[in-house]
């Protein structure tokens, strides 16, 4: 019983690191994306 109750703990860790991995790769690209837009906005302004 406590062996399986282990076995779920890691199991849980597990997904848990990977979930926040992907969080993070996710928060990365959405804030390259937001600079990259807002880089692009200021050079629209600079061409007018």
Same mark, same amino acid.
């Given at each position: 019983?406590? @062996? &399986? +109750? +282990?076995?779920? !703990? !890691? @199991?849980?860790? !597990?997904? *848990?690191?990977?979930?926040?991995? @992907? +969080?993070?790769?996710? =928060?990365?690209? &959405? $804030?390259?994306? %937001? &600079?990259? =837009?807002? $880089? *692009?906005?200021? %050079?629209?302004?600079? &061409?007018?």
């Amino acid at each position: 019983m406590i @062996e &399986l +109750l +282990l076995k779920v !703990r !890691r @199991e849980k860790s !597990r997904y *848990a690191s990977i979930f926040s991995k @992907e +969080l993070l790769c996710n =928060l990365i690209l &959405l $804030t390259g994306i %937001h &600079l990259n =837009l807002q $880089t *692009a906005h200021i %050079h629209n302004i600079s &061409l007018i």
